[in-house]
């Protein structure tokens, strides 16, 4: 569409993202539950007085290095006596961020083109429904997998396909 075409008011909002700007868009989630990860990790390492210590880095010129070590190793040592309140947030935190995590890895695994597609990734060729190892079960509790196997000849590719989203309990089209 030309310049001309496009209405004023969109002007702000331009078309080519900086690279940057692109990556944050596709992978925003995958960054919130980053995020999500640091925060529990901070929220445990809170009980080791780190803030308190950064505080006192920042106040007391004269605090030494060895001082932050001496605080960081009573912390340590306090860590060490009994869940404080941190550990009661940051415990059931860390799990849903790592079921968010596993819930957005399958996301993104269910929407590859490159394993979902039913065709031979070797030679191209089709592919046929196989036995599952008890590997796969594993693998299938995070994200629905299927074992194929090449039908080629000279292939004999064997491994998993991924199974894309609006694909489920539909087998591979049947041979015409
Ligand atoms: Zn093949």
Redesign the pocket.
């Known amino acids: 569409m030309s310049e001309e075409l496009q209405p004023h008011r969109h002007r702000r909002s331009r078309r080519q993202d900086s690279p940057f700007v692109r990556l944050l868009k596709t992978y925003w989630v995958e960054l919130a539950i980053v995020a999500g990860l640091l925060l529990t990790i901070f929220l445990f390492f809170e009980q080791m007085n780190i803030r308190g210590t950064l505080l006192a880095w920042l106040q007391g010129v004269d605090d030494t290095v060895m001082g932050i070590v001496g605080r960081v190793i009573d912390a340590l040592i306090r860590f060490r006596s009994g869940l404080g309140l941190s550990e009661l947030i940051a415990i059931p935190l860390f799990l849903i961020v790592l079921a968010a995590l596993l819930w957005r890895v399958r996301w993104r695994l269910r929407r590859t083109p490159a394993l979902v597609i039913l065709t031979?990734?070797?030679?191209?060729?089709r592919?046929h429904r196989a036995h599952r190892h008890g590997v796969d079960r594993l693998v299938n509790l995070v994200v629905p997998v299927r074992r194929y196997r090449?039908?080629?000849k000279e292939?004999?590719?064997h491994g998993l396909r991924v199974e894309g989203v609006g694909q489920q309990t539909r087998h591979a089209p049947a041979a015409e």
């Open positions: 031979c990734p070797r030679c191209g060729g592919i090449c039908g080629g292939c004999r590719w």
